[in-house]
């Protein structure tokens, strides 16, 4: 048999010999417990696992606790019931325990931190923070998944020992590091010259360190900056001044700026805000007159008082030659009218000129001396007074029209070229000026080319355009005035008196001359229209004589008139004769009605206008058509279309219709035309007659004599005044033909009919004098002569009758 | 392996398997499996010491190792019932298994065959055919007689088939 097999016999054998181990079931176990509790075998608290096959002791799980802590320094509660196999509630219970027990753990957030752990990581950071220079404490909370006020404070007590840095604004820094960027700090904030708003040169700094620390390097806070930068200030290691905690102000700057500025004032003794604005002083009046407090600000400019001196003589000086003063040629070119004017009310010469009257401030900064002024004024006094005399109205008004339409064109021109302009700027630009120049008078206004211009310019265009609007206003008052000087003229006589404007230089005189002639223009214009009135109340009384005049003579030869016309009744049913007749009333005693009418009223009006008619005592002048309708023109209105009927009806066939247009002019010019009543009728035809009947007593010429005793004799008969002329007197005595007896009318006939043949050979005979014709009216003439007693003792004796 | 209830299986993994493929009739290489069927013996033995759980205790009658006898129990009720056990290894070994027999038992209960062999799961010949040679004797009673005591003592006891001794003795004694 084989040794193995035996051995494995024996072996097998032993192994079922051996005695078998005894085991106690769980059951069994727990009830042993269970009765060594009800013993009280057991008087102690006994926990048991989450598995519940395990029984564990409190002092049991306070060592396990324990142990994990030793182990790392740090650990989770929640992890020691995993570890412990012991439920949370009994694991808090004991960790609190625990942790109060022993003065070296904490528990914070559900986790025991041991002081031996915070060393050893204390001493990790410090590691790493001599390697990086710099540790984001935020970024170590979260390496470390603490918090990271917890972190802080568990630095602080280590700073210094365990952690050799700095603690600034959650960042740590190496004393190395932070004396580096401390430097850059120092280097960068001296190295600035002019202000500076410091966060900006900290992005640059950032910037720089990021270069040199690489990829690597982490972000610098501003902050940090800043407080380093506080500190240096604090030490007095930068000088200057902080504003607003970002606004640097170096103290080298700062000297740079003051002298400077001391410099500029002290050499010119004035400076301008402009200036101090670049120099960086953002409130230059206030800086000026805390430094300077006897300086003077003005609107652009701060000027020493020593100019103000300088100014006031030349003042004083032009005052007192009684001449003129441009303030601004005496001033440094920088300042601006608006300065000037400031300047000049500073002085005291011009204060008391103004208050005295003695001088006369314009345009800002041009100050004339009442002398001066005064000076022009008279002149411009008889210059307006000759211009007055010289200019008729009618020639002042016509100008004026014709100024008026030469600039209304070329504002049209302008403003079709401003129109087209936008494209040509250069030809636009020339328009506006144009446009500048002759101001429209409508409301466009080049806007966009007026930027273009000059300031000067512009004041131009401005005054030009204030003139403009004057003669406008002018235009308009034409009716009641009739030549106010415009300013153009004013300005252009100013400056034919006074010549030295130009030879001074100036670029434009106008600028000054025009509102100079504005200051003068109301008192001109007063001064003619008190002229214009005490003309006026000369010329009243001449107005009241002439219209005196007027009304008398109207009167007589309208009521006149009125009796002719009556006559010519008897004619109203033979049509040729009658259309003869009414012209030659028309022609013989109308005419001369309207022309004294005409002529008087005429010169009323120029009297009314305060024009120094001289009364012309040649007597009423004759017009002819043209002339009338001319002076019907210059009427006022209303009554200058009534003048124009007048004369329409003059050269018409009507007397009614000359009548009626005669009548309403006479109202509308305020005179009375007297109707014909019986009486007067009477008393008119009385005197009539019996100055027909001296004239035909006295009448030689034997041709003259037919008509007059043709009159006569109507008046006699019919008792109606006749004005016949030649062609109707046949007409007119075959009228009388049944009125009269057969050896009277006879009479009449035959006179009628040799006086027409010596008439007719009166006519033929111009030819030639050695005519045998001439014999024959000798004859005839003598015939007439003859017969003239007879016609004469005809008339005569009726109206004795 | 289902048939089985876990703490069987769990035994038998841990039984060491056997790797030569002898039966009796094949002189040296029978030995070498009969050293193997000790070792796995001894380790199923100290494993059931070990774990509380002795349930048998066998030797070879003969020295070839052709035959086993020996005693098996099984704890009832704080009582142990204790029965001889018997088998022999078939010519055709390892791909027959051995048929235990419980002389003891033999007429008491229905799973058994004549002799007292006892009747052994369906699933137990094809998990023995499918593992062998790696099967052993010691797998042979963890599989088929363990589980059958503990299926079979208890209703054996409680239809009164069998007594325990002190009984049967005090029984016999009254």
């Known amino acids: ?801 | 392996m289902e048939g089985w209830d876990t703490s069987t299986k769990s035994t038998l993994t841990q039984i060491p398997l056997l790797s030569a493929k002898a039966g009796p009739r094949d002189g040296a290489s029978w030995t070498q499996r009969l050293k193997e069927e000790y070792k796995s013996l001894i380790a199923y033995t100290q494993m059931n010491k070990s774990n509380d759980n002795d349930w048998f205790h066998i030797s070879a009658a003969n020295p070839e190792g052709t035959r086993w006898t020996g005693k098996c129990w099984y704890v009832h009720n704080l009582l142990k019932y204790e029965f001889d056990l018997q088998f022999d290894i078939p010519v055709t070994y390892p791909s027959t298994a051995p048929e235990l027999e419980l002389p003891q038992l033999d007429g008491k209960t229905q799973k058994m065959y004549r002799g007292g062999k006892i009747c052994l799961t369906v699933h137990f010949k094809p998990l023995w055919a499918k593992n062998c040679p790696r099967f052993g004797i010691a797998h042979a009673l963890c599989l088929g007689l363990a589980p059958w005591l503990a299926a079979e003592v208890p209703i054996l006891v409680d239809s009164g088939m069998i007594k325990h001794k002190d009984d049967s003795s005090s029984s016999a004694e009254s």
Not at chain 1, 439 to 447: Q, V
Not at chain 1, 563 to 580: C, G, I, N, P, R
Not at chain 1, 762 to 779: F, K, N, Q, V, W
Request: proline share 3%; net charge negative; glycine share 4%.
């Open chain 1, 1 to 801: 048999m084989d040794e193995e097999l035996l051995e494995l016999q024996r072996q097998f054998e032993f192994a079922q010999q051996a005695k078998s181990s005894i085991r106690l079931s769980e059951r069994n176990v727990v009830e042993l417990v269970q009765k060594l509790k009800e013993l009280h075998i057991i008087d102690f608290d006994l926990l048991h696992t989450i598995s519940g096959k395990e029984y564990i002791t409190p002092e049991q799980l306070r060592q396990e606790i324990a142990a994990e802590i030793n182990k790392l320094g740090r650990v989770s509660v929640i992890d020691l019931t995993d570890i412990t196999g012991v439920d949370l509630y009994h694991v808090e219970k004991q960790a609190q325990l625990v942790v109060s027990n022993d003065p070296g753990l904490m528990l914070v957030q559900g986790e025991i931190i041991s002081q031996s752990y915070w060393d050893n990581v204390a001493e990790d950071i410090n590691d790493r923070l001599q390697e990086c220079n710099q540790i984001a404490v935020a970024e170590l909370a979260a390496q470390l998944n603490v918090g990271s006020e917890l972190i802080t404070s568990m630095l602080d007590s280590r700073l210094g020992t365990l952690v050799k840095g700095r603690l600034e604004s959650g960042q740590l820094y190496t004393p190395a590091y932070v004396a580096r960027v401390s430097a850059m700090v120092r280097g960068a904030s001296r190295g600035i010259t002019v202000p500076t708003n410091l966060s900006a040169l900290w992005g640059t700094l950032q910037q720089l360190l990021q270069e040199m620390n690489g990829v690597s390097g982490v972000a610098v806070e501003s902050t940090f900056f800043q407080s380093l930068f506080n500190g240096l200030l604090k030490e007095g290691e930068l000088l200057g001044s902080l504003r607003a905690g970002v606004h640097w102000t170096p103290t080298v700057f700062a000297a740079a700026q003051k002298e400077c500025i001391d410099s500029f004032f002290s050499q010119n003794s004035h400076i301008i805000y402009s200036a101090l604005q670049k120099l960086g002083i953002s409130q230059p009046v206030q800086f000026l007159q805390s430094r300077y407090p006897d300086g003077i600000p003005l609107t652009t400019v701060f000027v020493h008082p020593s100019m103000i001196d300088m100014l006031d003589e030349a003042v004083e000086d032009a005052v007192e030659r009684g001449s003129w003063i441009d303030s601004l040629s005496l001033l440094p070119t920088s300042f601006t009218p608006q300065d000037a004017s400031k300047i000049l009310l500073q002085c005291s010469s011009v204060q008391s000129a103004q208050k005295g009257n003695q001088g006369l401030l314009l345009v800002d900064s041009y100050l004339f001396s009442s002398g001066f002024v005064k000076d022009i004024y008279d002149r411009l006094e008889k210059e307006m007074v000759a211009f007055n005399l010289s200019g008729s109205s009618i020639l002042t008004s016509s100008e004026e029209s014709h100024l008026v339409k030469e600039t209304r064109g070329r504002t049209n021109r302008t403003i079709e070229l401003t129109e087209t302009g936008n494209e040509k700027k250069k030809k636009g630009k020339a328009a506006a000026m144009k446009a500048s120049e002759s101001l429209p008078d409508d409301e466009y206004i080049p806007t966009k080319s007026k930027k273009n211009q000059k300031k000067g310019k512009d004041l131009l265009s401005v005054v030009v355009s204030d003139s403009k609007a004057g003669t406008r206003k002018d235009l308009a008052n034409m009716q009641e005035n009739l030549n106010v000087p415009t300013e153009e003229w004013i300005t252009q006589k100013i400056m034919d008196l006074v010549p030295d404007f130009e030879e001074q230089g100036m670029d434009n005189p106008e600028a000054i001359i025009r509102p100079l002639a504005n200051n003068m223009r109301p008192k001109l214009i007063n001064f003619l229209k008190e002229r214009r009135k005490a003309v006026f109340t000369e010329n009243a009384e001449n107005m009241k004589r002439l219209l005196d005049n007027l009304q008398k003579k109207l009167d007589e030869s309208f009521l006149n008139m009125q009796l002719y016309e009556k006559a010519l009744d008897f004619f109203d049913d033979d049509q040729s004769t009658s259309a003869v007749l009414h012209r030659h009333l028309l022609r013989t005693t109308a005419a001369p009605i309207a022309d004294t009418l005409f002529y008087n009223l005429d010169m009323h009006n120029k009297l009314r206008n305060g024009i120094d008619a001289e009364e012309s005592h040649s007597g009423p002048a004759t017009f002819n058509p043209a002339e009338r309708t001319a002076v019907a023109k210059t009427f006022p209105g209303s009554l200058s279309k009534k003048a124009l009927s007048v004369i329409e009806a003059l050269e018409g066939k009507h007397v009614e219709a000359f009548m009626t247009a005669l009548r309403e002019m006479a109202e509308e010019s305020g005179l009375l035309l007297k109707k014909l009543d019986k009486k007067l009728e009477r008393t008119l035809l009385h005197s009539y007659r019996k100055d027909l009947t001296t004239q035909v007593s006295v009448e030689t010429d034997p041709v003259a004599l037919l008509p007059k005793v043709v009159s006569l004799l109507y008046l006699q008969i019919h008792n109606k005044a006749l004005q016949a002329p030649g062609r109707a007197i046949s007409i007119a005595v075959s009228r009388l033909k049944d009125k009269l007896e057969d050896s009277a009318y006879k009479i009449l006939t035959d006179y009628q009919s040799a006086t027409v043949t010596l008439l007719s050979l009166l006519s033929a005979a111009t030819g030639d004098e050695e005519d045998c014709t001439s014999d024959r009216i000798s004859t005839k003439r003598e015939m007439l002569e003859n017969l003239m007693p007879a016609l004469k003792g005809l008339v005569l004796s009726t109206s004795q009758s």
